[in-house]
């Protein structure tokens, strides 16, 4: 990942978890962030929900920004 804001990106499930170890993405009180950008972690199947037994276990996960709500 690099070094400047994150907009949106996609990852493995073990890069997730070795950006978790490193601290480079926290959980916070407020929610996830990368650095100082808050963000949202998105599950990215390959089969419909419906048939998806175990939903926090998906092969890769999408990053992006969050989005403020006003």
Do not use: V
């Not at 601290?23 to 009180?29: A, F, H, K, V």
């Amino acid at each position: 990942m690099a070094e400047e804001e994150i907009d949106e990106i996609i990852i493995t499930s073990d890069e997730l978890k070795q950006l978790f170890k490193e601290n480079i993405l926290q959980d916070r009180n407020e929610g996830w962030f990368y650095k100082d950008t808050q963000i949202d972690i998105i599950a990215l199947h390959k089969q419909e929900p419906k048939h998806i037994y175990d939903i926090a276990n998906a092969a890769k996960y999408k990053i992006k920004r969050k989005e403020t709500k006003y």
